[in-house]
């Protein structure tokens, strides 16, 4: 589980997370919904500890991500984007790279890389040089090298974004079957499908605040919309007519 509780995170004088709180519950798929700006990411980087927080809390699996940002890494898998890859080196070495650095025995990690590639069709790149991949190419070897070490929680920004049509597709399936091997998955998304498709809840955040969290059914009835698209944008515009009742 993932409970996050009045967030808040400034740059400058820049609130872009002011006030976030949610669960994500154990073994469920949450998706993370917003607008450009909305602080989506700069939320998920706060869970990964990647950012410290300015106030709030943050518990990953009941550990404080404050007094003990270890052990969260330790328990989770952390996607923010597909670069960083070690271009002289193989998609096997920059994974395995990884897990070495996390003490992970190596026959462990040659099972673990061999079950992501055949769940992502890394078949064909394992040995190859990352120079010159794919964008989607790139995106397979950077979330199973985030998922060496078997996190029981799995943190994504965006993990489809501009990839084809079939990485998409592999991607997808990837997190359905890590929630039916328990873990606790968060993503953020622009897709509305694929948030629909995918997940057990629904968090949407509008200029750094939570304005709804449910199931798609939820949504679609407290904005009395008809698909998901349009709950969205009805949604995230509440925070706007909150702040003018605010000022008011």
């Given amino acids: 589980m993932i409970e996050v509780r009045d967030l808040k995170k400034k740059f400058g004088d820049v609130h872009a997370v002011n006030g976030v709180s949610f669960t994500a519950k154990s073994g469920a798929i949450t998706g993370l919904l917003g607008p450009n700006g909305?602080?989506?990411?700069?939320?998920?980087r706060m869970i990964g500890t990647l950012v410290t927080i300015d106030g709030g809390s943050i518990s990953v699996a009941g550990i404080d991500a404050t007094a003990d940002a270890e052990a969260v890494r330790r328990t989770s898998g952390l996607l923010t984007d597909a670069r960083g890859l070690?271009?002289?080196m193989t998609a096997r070495e920059n994974i395995r790279y990884y897990a070495d650095m996390r003490g992970i025995d190596r026959a462990k990690s040659d099972r673990t890389i061999a079950r992501f590639a055949d769940w992502l069709d890394m078949g064909e790149i394992l040995d190859r040089r990352t120079e010159g991949?794919?964008?989607g190419e790139r995106m397979k070897v950077a979330i199973t090298r985030a998922l060496v070490h078997e996190p029981s929680h799995v943190i994504l920004d965006e993990p489809t974004n501009g990839l084809d049509v079939m990485t998409t597709r592999a991607l997808r399936e990837l997190i359905k079957r890590l929630k039916a091997e328990g873990c606790t998955v968060m993503f953020s998304s622009h897709i509305m499908q694929e948030v629909a498709a995918l997940c057990d809840e629904i968090i949407i955040?509008?200029?750094?605040?939570v304005t709804a969290q449910g199931t798609t059914e939820e949504l679609l009835l407290k904005s009395g919309k008809n698909n998901l698209e349009d709950a969205f944008v009805s949604l995230a515009e509440m925070?706007?007519?909150n702040m003018?009742?605010?000022a008011a």
């Fill in 205 to 209: 955040i509008s200029r750094g605040r």
């Fill in 38 to 44: 909305a602080g989506k990411t700069t939320t998920i």
């Fill in 244 to 246: 003018m009742k605010e």
């Fill in 86 to 88: 070690y271009t002289r």
């Fill in 239 to 241: 925070e706007d007519g």
């Fill in 133 to 135: 991949f794919s964008q």
